[in-house]
């Protein structure tokens, strides 16, 4: 728009101008057309940077409505997800059972079908110290994040602990390094910074010098810059108050429990004074106090656009092991026949039908006919 307009106004200056001057020369013409040409071309020029910092209305795949089953289909867009298959060390076979007991008897309806699955042993508890790096982030049909496959770099471990999966947070990719402080702050790893469960993660006790205050102060800004990161795992003591995180803990040495689903997030509110516990936002708005000990994970959970997709067809749900779900106000209504004694509810939908009785006794007096009423009350007289 902007070389349009300037065209436009070099013409009206060249009609307004004298007959003499109203001829362009072929020279000027072609400088004028070279300069802002090339300006443009060096305002639009592709970079890493642009393109990181570009926005896109593009979130999620459609299809062409060439069936019916793929008419509202969605999907969100994971082109950093790995195309393989897991690691077989880390994964077991799921046995289903399609809702029933050990009876055999259905306690849990709608469920049934699906594609074979395997669990991904994902590592809640990251115990295991040091440098991992981030070999790739591959899809887990058994939860709605993604999950991501690390490696130690500790040359003498073998076998389970050289690798494992964790649940990935967003923004971390195939070729980050992420680390687990569990276990504390390793001595030396910030000079100045001592950390113990006495001290709550403060520095060495230091006078009212000046300069003693300002190395305290560099010290926790240093400490802060090495281990607050996206993946990492820390004591809640050590991370400051207003910081992402998930996959919290509720026990110093047990797993992280909470927060786990995809794209949400809790949040550091405060520390309390006495070193015990700290204030922390959950992602339904409850404040819960949580032991400064237990850990939590940096960062927000990934796949946050999961929300948004749609399955498109009833089949899709099939093969996801979801069978039809029927709700028990659609049910054929019924009358209960109840001793004298009994205490008799009215269900809250009045204008509907009463769900079966083999989630409720609650009955609809009012629905039930007067003929039918006199054949329940002779039943009674006569039991």
Known sequence: MAFARSIVALFRSRLISPPSERVLSPTLATSFL????????????????????????????????????????????????????????????????????????????????????????????????????VVRIEYDPNRSAHIALIKN?????????????????EALR????????????????????????????????????DSAAANASLAIGLLRARTVKPGNVLPLRLIPTGTIIHCIALKPDGRGILVRSAGSFGQIIVHEDNGRYSHVRLQSGEVRRVLQDCVATIGKVSNPLWKGRSLGKAGRARWLGRRPHVRGVAMNSYVAFLPEHATVFIHKNFQCRSPPRRWSWQVKIQQASPIYLGMANKRKADT
């Open 34 to 133: 070279r300069r802002y040409s090339t300006e443009l071309t060096l305002e639009q020029r592709p970079t890493d940077v642009n393109a990181a910092l570009s926005r896109t209305s593009t979130l999620f795949k459609t299809y062409k409505p060439i069936t019916p089953g793929i008419r509202h289909l969605r999907r969100p867009l994971n082109p950093h997800l790995f195309k393989g298959r897991p690691l077989r060390l880390l994964t077991v076979a799921l046995r289903k059972k399609g809702g029933r007991n050990s009876k055999g008897r259905i306690t849990v309806r709608s469920r049934g079908g699906g594609h074979r699955r395997r669990i991904r042993l994902v590592d809640f508890m990251r115990t295991e110290p040091g440098l991992h790096d």
């Open 153 to 169: 770099r500790d040359p003498k471990v073998e076998g389970a602990k050289k690798w494992s999966y964790i649940l990935a947070c």
């Open 174 to 209: 195939a070729g980050h390094v992420v680390e687990s402080f569990r276990q504390g702050i390793p001595d030396g790893l910030v000079e100045g910074f001592v950390d113990s469960k006495k001290i709550r993660g403060k520095v060495l006790a230091v006078d009212d010098d």
